[in-house]
């Protein structure tokens, strides 16, 4: 089934303005969208896939009107050739518009290579921060749309899984620290990506490891509490936005590791925010705001 979004999520996905797109419409006849009774726009796959690139080709300074009048080749082989120049440094915002209409067209072949392209070019922690999140915050765009299930957004997201699980099974077992990171998400959080990849990254980094993974009772994480009496870090995400919610996971992980417990909590920023105020006094808590940050704490370590 095609896609079928209105102005406002083509212009969430695409960066383009509505303003212009209709603009676009009425002087370059770049789409000819459908309507509904109400003389509601409604475009389609293919529609989002023109404007991605056109607005890739804009990017790279080119004119509306140019890029509008090179062909469908013409305009693919200029971006494949940006992408393929090993000399440019700006082109991660190409490889986001790239992987999503691959995830789109559900195409894995492209989608991996891309996503393999970008780690060559700009290294895990880049890829994962400035282009695989922007990327999923796109798709999420179309969970909004009522008659689109998230079918894109998983399709992409077992691939991004797949991948950081294949960086992990390369790392040598290296337990060189005595510290010790038990990873999980709690009780109906799933969105394991970023919680996987700060596995990898810890386990880069010579930590012992124990990944619990999505929807943990986190009445579970007792047991560590028997087997390790000092130098735990429990580390999770809470990234829907709920800040009554997040505060009392938070309470109910204290109340069962015990105050003395170092916790580590990232996630959505407005969570972060209500845990950190309520939680001021308690020197065990850690919020780490984003992925770029708990790099350069674990490199401290």
Known sequence: MSLELDIGTLSGLTGVKPHNLRMWEKRYSIFEPQRTPG?????????????????????????????INLSENERKKVILQTLDNALSNDTYAIFINEMLKCAVDLDETHFELYFRKSVERFGKVYTITNIIYPLL????????????????????????????????????????????????????????IPLLFANYLLRKKGFKTYYLGEDVPLENLKRFTEMFKEDVVYLTFLLYRNEKESVKIAGNLFEILGNNASVWISGEKNNLTSIKKTFNDNKNLAIVKDLNEFYLKIKKI
């Open 137 to 192: 915050n796109k798709l999420g765009a179309l969970w909004k749309i009522d008659n689109i299930s998230p079918l894109e957004e998983h399709f992409a997201s077992q691939i991004i899984t797949r991948m950081i699980q294949e960086w992990i099974s390369l790392l040598p077992i290296r337990n060189i620290h005595s510290r010790k990171f038990v990873l999980f998400l709690p009780p109906n959080h799933y969105h394991q």
């Open 39 to 67: 003389g509601t726009r409604i475009y389609t796959d293919k529609d989002l896939k023109k404007l991605l690139t056109i607005q890739e080709l804009i990017n790279l300074g080119y004119k509306i009107s140019e890029a």
